[in-house]
């Protein structure tokens, strides 16, 4: 069963450092998403990206936050300057649908990256 | 985006089957209802979606009601492995579009 990839599955930082969280979706798919989950908490979502943009985000993803899709394969979450609010597990996921194809959406996720600012 | 309510916590034993209701009454025309399953430390894991009347696969059976403002999710003979937390999700289905994740159900299986 095709597995969506991600790395490092666990990172320290300190606060104020830059991390970026690497995932590599699907082969086939068309739609990225990055969704976070903070201990004890609801699985958020952050961003959703297609065809080298981003298609939707939250009110979460700020200007600290960034996506980048820099090769065929790897899709990465970069955080700015983090806060130890960030600590949390960060799940990428894919979904194979195109737009303007009909039926519905299914999302693949990863095994998560787990996050702690210190 | 249609709200979703279900019960926040479930136990059963092995063997048994297991019935989560999730309520959204203001589901749209446009809408599906799709159920993920989400052990500790793991993302989310797709389980079984459905647009109306029944569905069902390997895993897991969906029923929708004429008016689609319930769903049920049925775990047939539950073992201890399937203790985990269960998210109905309700949404138009659009690539790209967000999903919402409610709280869920956290269903314990005992032995």
């Known amino acids: 069963e095709p597995e969506v990839t991600q790395t490092p599955s666990h990172q320290v930082t300190q606060m104020g450092q830059e991390v970026i969280l690497r995932c590599v979706p699907i082969?086939?798919?068309?739609?990225f998403y990055w969704y976070r989950q903070i201990l004890g908490q609801k699985v958020e979502f952050l961003v959703s990206?297609?065809?080298?943009?981003?298609?939707?985000k939250s009110e979460i993803f700020d200007d600290q936050f960034s996506v980048e899709r820099p090769d065929g394969s790897n899709f990465t979450l970069k955080i700015r300057s983090t806060k130890l609010e960030d600590s949390a597990m960060y799940f990428c996921?894919?979904?194979?649908?195109?737009?303007?194809?009909?039926?519905?959406?299914?999302?693949?996720f990863g095994a998560g990256s787990r996050l702690t600012v210190l | 985006l249609a709200k979703t309510t279900q019960p926040i916590s479930m136990d059963s034993y092995e063997g048994q089957e297991v019935n989560i209701t999730c309520s959204h009454n203001?589901?749209?025309?446009?809408?599906?209802i799709t159920w993920y399953q989400q052990f500790p430390s793991q993302g989310p894991r797709f389980i079984i979606q459905?647009?109306?009347t029944k569905v069902t696969n390997e895993v897991a059976s969906l029923f929708i009601p004429a008016d689609r403002k319930s769903s049920t999710l049925s775990l047939p003979r539950v073992s201890l492995s399937d203790t985990a937390v269960y998210y109905c999700?309700?949404?138009?289905?659009?690539?790209?579009?967000?999903?919402?994740f409610g709280g869920g159900t956290r269903v314990l299986v005992k032995p």
């Open positions: 996921a894919s979904s194979g649908l195109s737009r303007y194809s009909s039926g519905a959406n299914v999302l693949t």
């Open positions: 082969s086939n798919h068309l739609y």
């Open positions: 990206f297609y065809n080298n943009e981003i298609s939707e």
């Open positions: 203001n589901i749209a025309t446009n809408d599906y």
């Open positions: 459905g647009y109306k």
């Open positions: 999700l309700v949404g138009d289905g659009a690539a790209g579009n967000k999903l919402t």
